[in-house]
């Protein structure tokens, strides 16, 4: 009696031998038997239909981001891999766990120009850790046991199978193993002893050093030890964007977001630090402004798990390369206590001057349109400040991270490289079912929104109670600012005629409420965030709002405008 | 940053699609692969990749920093070419009669060393051996007397002149980090 099973159930098997209890993705030709295989499996796994391929990758990323496991994505053949594309890229820059398993057509077919073939495996490749056809149902656990090896261990990133249709038609006899190692690829270096002697060494001797924050403390689950680093050293710190709330927005070493529309103090003491300490970061361009006159005075330790970004763009005096989490550790161990509150004090002045002349206005505005930082800061603190933000991309994105806060960790879900236009609504999604327990706030510009809106009907069908904002202002508003501040005010494309966005909210049976004055905005959050259920805010904000403050796109770091 | 000719030396597995993920690392920072050899390694399993490329020391270290992070590639350097004993090889398809009628057949091959691999009526197919310059250098003497027929050069395949068998070393300690 033969035990043989047929390779899509192999697959699903071999998912939950992963511990894969949630999915997202879109059926079609070349996947229906892997899905007729799920079919069986609904008691154990959460099968999310999203509304388009894009969608289910950034939900994907969203549960990822949030809970720290695999974010799955099932999707078909050809447009639907072209579709999930977008996500996969995101993934790949942002370091976010991601398994994406698309069909393709029989491997008898393959190089014919079938129908819905697509070349998965090619088109892939630069934007993947690891990108592998299954051509036979036997390879289906191995494939699936490197996927998940690969995708979760070292720097995080998208794997994607490419599933033969015939693999998933045959039958296999099922046997899972995991994979432990492999050769070509080694996750994380063991820490040397002598990184952390020379680091710890500059340390030591510093005057004013200032830590750099990034995504690698929260993926690597360092939070605690970023925090004991700090404190022994007394080390001002400041978070790239993806790093935010790896620190509690009220730590007494928190100063803040670098970058391009950071906050002024971090930025400008950039360049008077003497030791800068860069944690889990890659030093963006939209964080280093131009690299020639950035932070020349100091000297740079940069930790980090990829040896291929140490150097990438900016020279280091000293490095350790391993994993955030075990270098923390060691060299705090090394680090002797100091006390640095004269360097620290000497951020204040720039955060004075931050309030006076952005943050005020920005916040508290007494007239006029509302603002979007009124509407995030407001949200934020309605949550207690405890929610998970999930943002779009623009000037949504800017002002949310500006102005929410946080007080624990894995509570920023943006696009942060890619910089992906559509992102918000899905990877709320994933977000809330991801973080359940947590209230999930997602902020989008008009033009996001409606760049994936067709996920609203996700929302409805699966229940997700996502609280979702739209400060419209009937740009786009990051394209019409640089018009406004570089290209004189020429607005080319970037008004935008919009539908009734709670008309839409109402024909996907979204509660929904509209506010276009400032005295209605505090109910409108609260009767938003009086249940768990999905709920849009649309708000009416400013047409001719800037972020600011900002350095503009390859300059200095301190050369900013406010 | 001055630019020189860079020898990259990749072991991989053997796997399907793992040229390609090389490739596009060039591509992307728009390096010309000047030469390419391909070929299986002398241990089992492994394959190793020789190529060059004209560009300045630091964007060859983060080249192969990016080659060496790609799953399956199991180790990459990279080398100028003083660290290298490294080789080429031409062939050279010349009709007989115009080969025939140089007259100082004997001095042409002692100057280049060259080898007959194949005379017949219509052709004769010559084989040098040597660097860029060496097979190059013939061809244009070749082109000066008569009309080469077909021309074509080997990728680069070199060898490091260093003491430590780099290759080895680092299987051994890959081998160590393997959980029991």
Request: hydrophobic letters at 40%; glycine letters at 8%; proline letters at 4%.
């Amino acid at each position: 009696m033969s035990n043989k099973i047929k390779g899509s159930e192999a697959l699903i098997k071999s998912l939950l031998a992963e511990g894969v209890d949630t999915i997202f993705g879109y059926p079609g030709g070349a996947i229906i038997p892997t899905f007729d295989a799920l079919y069986d499996y609904q008691d154990k796994i959460n099968y999310i239909l999203t509304r388009h391929e894009q969608g289910a990758t950034h939900s994907a990323q969203g549960y990822a981001r949030v809970s720290g496991k695999v974010g799955v994505c099932i999707v078909t053949s050809g447009p639907a891999a072209t579709n999930a594309i977008t996500g996969i890229g995101d993934a790949m820059m942002d370091s976010t766990p991601m398994v994406v398993i698309a069909g393709q057509v029989g491997s008898s077919l393959l190089g014919t120009d079938a129908f819905q073939e697509i070349d998965v495996v090619g088109i892939t490749q630069p934007i993947t850790k690891w990108s592998y056809q299954i051509r036979s149902a036997e390879e289906i656990p191995s494939a699936v046991a490197r996927a998940f090896y690969i995708a979760r261990s070292g720097r995080p990133g998208p794997v994607v199978l490419d599933f033969a249709k015939n693999a998933q038609t045959e039958l296999v006899d099922f046997k899972y193993e995991k994979c432990k190692f492999t050769r070509g690829y080694i996750p994380s270096m063991p820490i040397k002893q002598k990184h952390i002697d020379d680091a710890a060494s500059i340390i030591n001797n510093a005057k004013k050093p200032l830590a750099l924050v990034g995504q690698g403390v929260i993926l690597s689950n360092a939070e605690k030890e970023l925090l004991s680093f700090l404190e022994k050293a007394d080390i001002p710190a400041a978070s790239t964007l993806l790093g935010l709330s790896a620190m509690p927005s009220d730590f007494r070493l928190n100063k803040g977001f670098i970058g391009m529309h950071g906050n002024i103090a971090p930025n400008m003491k950039t360049n008077e630090c003497d030791v800068l300490i860069a944690i889990g970061m890659r030093f963006d361009d939209r964080v280093t402004g131009k690299l020639d006159t950035y932070a020349k005075q100091a000297k740079v330790i940069h930790i980090d798990i990829d040896p291929s970004e140490i150097g990438k763009n900016v020279a280091v005096t000293a490095k350790i390369l391993g994993d955030a989490k075990a270098a923390l550790c060691a060299l705090t161990e090394k680090t002797e206590p100091a006390t640095h509150t004269e360097w620290i004090n000497s951020f204040d002045d720039f955060d004075k001057l931050e309030f006076d002349k952005v943050i005020e206005k920005e916040l508290y505005p007494k007239s006029g349109d509302i603002t979007m930082g009124e509407v995030v800061r407001k949200v934020s603190e309605a949550t207690n400040n405890n929610a998970v933000l999930v943002t779009d991309v623009g000037q949504n994105q800017m002002m949310s991270a500006r102005y929410f806060r946080f007080s624990q960790t894995r509570s920023v879900v943006t696009s942060g490289g890619l910089g992906t236009m559509g992102f918000g609504i899905p990877a709320a999604i994933g977000a809330k079912v991801g973080a359940p327990e947590r209230t999930v706030c997602m902020f989008a510009g008009d033009g996001g929104f409606q760049m994936t809106i067709q996920e609203l009907g996700t929302i409805m069908q699966s229940n997700i109670g996502v609280k979702m904002i739209v400060m419209n202002n009937n740009y786009l508003g990051m394209v019409r600012q640089w018009q406004e501040l570089f290209y004189d005010k020429r607005y080319s494309s970037t008004p935008m005629i919009n539908p009734d966005f709670n008309q839409i909210a109402d024909a996907y049976r979204i509660a929904n409420r509209h506010v276009s004055r400032r005295e209605d905005l505090d109910d409108a959050i609260a009767e938003m965030l009086k249940d768990d259920k999905p709920f849009l805010l649309v708000v009416e904000v400013e047409e001719q709002g800037l972020v600011y403050p900002m350095t503009p796109a390859g300059d200095t770091v301190t050369n900013i405008l406010y | 940053m001055e630019k020189k000719l860079y020898t990259v030396t990749v072991f991989s597995e053997n796997h399907v699609g793992l040229l390609n993920q090389i490739t596009i690392i060039f591509t992307r920072r728009q390096l010309n692969i000047e030469t390419l050899s391909v070929s299986p390694s002398a241990l089992k399993g492994i394959h190793k990749f020789t190529i060059t490329t004209y560009t300045d020391a630091d964007t060859i270290e983060k080249v192969v920093k990016q080659i060496d992070k790609r799953v399956d590639i199991i180790k990459s350097y990279f080398n100028t070419d003083e660290d290298l004993v490294y080789q080429e090889i031409a062939l050279y398809k010349i009709a007989t009669d115009q080969f025939l009628q140089l007259g100082s057949i004997e001095q042409l091959i002692r100057k280049y060393n060259i080898r007959i691999l194949e005379m017949n009526e219509t052709c004769v197919v010559l084989e040098k051996t040597g660097h860029y310059d060496e097979t190059q250098g013939l061809f244009d003497e070749l082109s000066q007397k008569l009309k080469v027929l077909q021309f074509i050069r080997s990728g680069r395949v070199a060898i490091t002149k260093s003491k430590i068998e780099r290759l080895s070393d680092m299987l051994a300690s890959l081998e160590d980090m393997r959980p029991q």
